[in-house]
């Protein structure tokens, strides 16, 4: 009896050490590209950066790219981000070019992908490293809201978490669209005019409506939606009001973009959240 009784204590032991030392690790969903859509998470896009100009004659190259990724794709939300003598410019560049590049010139063209991933040159030839950053199955959800009228844009960017999070950024970015310029051209892509006369530019980054780097979000938590509002007139360099667009992405302390949204002029999204 004091044997299976010893026995008997040290197996208890034994459970309770083994059952303290537990972790419970949460089961993640399978975010590859290929992985069939669960029930409750959301569509998964690609933050495409282009660092361009009109004067960059091997801008075109992942101006090719981004071209291909989106026939290839629904999931890819792009961005085009011109600097220097091109009409334009985006003069905030500053604090997102010390991020991605702080010890070195901003040397076009320039490529990145969710923020702060290197597109591998030549970028043309490596659209499936884009392509594996799209997905069926993430835990956050972006849906935006805009009406744009009488000289003012109101804009509701909607988010949604189904696990907690925390020290994320909203990036709320102001673009255009069918902007029409001619555009230098130093390779065989568009069947090799140079000058490609009046390119259709867009896509074309305006105006940051956040910080350019993010302002954070609170109350990201499993089940919450979280709701920012922005009211601000229509800037002065948007050249038609018609052919406005949005992009807002959200990043975590690492800079890199979680998830990303596009979004028309006056259009009213719902969250794009598996069935």
């Known amino acids: 009896m004091k044997k299976g009784y010893l026995l008997g204590f040290l197996f208890g032991a034994f459970l309770f050490s083994s059952c303290a030392d537990t972790v419970v690790v949460e089961n993640k969903p399978d ?6 859509a669960i029930s409750g998470y959301f ?17 075109t190259r992942v101006a090719y790219a981004v071209e291909q990724v989106k026939s290839q794709t629904d999931k890819a939300v792009t961005v ?33 992908l969710n923020r702060m991933v290197v597109w591998t040159f030549p970028e043309p030839t490596n659209i499936q490293q884009a392509l594996d950053l799209t997905g069926n199955n993430t835990s956050l959800g ?47 892509y568009f069947n090799g005019e140079n000058p490609i006369v009046n390119f259709e530019h867009n896509h074309v980054l305006r105006s940051a409506i956040t910080n350019i780097l993010g302002d954070a979000v609170s109350g990201t938590t499993n089940g919450n ?3 920012k509002n922005f ?6 360099n948007i050249t038609n009001p018609a052919n406005i667009s949005f992009a807002a992405f959200l990043v975590g302390s690492d800079n890199v973009s979680l998830n990303a949204r596009a979004a028309l002029a006056n259009e009213n999204q719902t969250f794009e959240q598996n069935p």
């Open 225 to 227: 939606i979280v709701t």
């Open 142 to 188: 972006l849906a935006l809201n805009s009406t744009v009228a009488n000289g003012t844009i109101n804009l509701d960017v909607k988010m949604k978490f189904i696990q907690n999070y925390s020290d994320l950024k909203l990036v709320v970015y102001l673009l255009e669209d069918k902007l029409n310029f001619d555009q230098r051209n130093y390779t065989n």
């Open 43 to 59: 569509k998964k896009r690609v933050l495409i950066e282009d660092y361009t100009g009109t004067w960059c004659g091997n801008c």
């Open 231 to 236: 009211s601000i007139p229509i800037p002065a």
């Open 80 to 112: 085009a981000i011109h600097n220097g003598n091109d009409p334009y410019n985006f003069v905030g560049i500053g604090p997102l070019k010390d991020l991605i590049l702080p010890n070195s010139t901003l040397s076009l063209p320039i490529s990145r």
């Open 31 to 36: 975010e590859s590209v290929n992985a069939p």
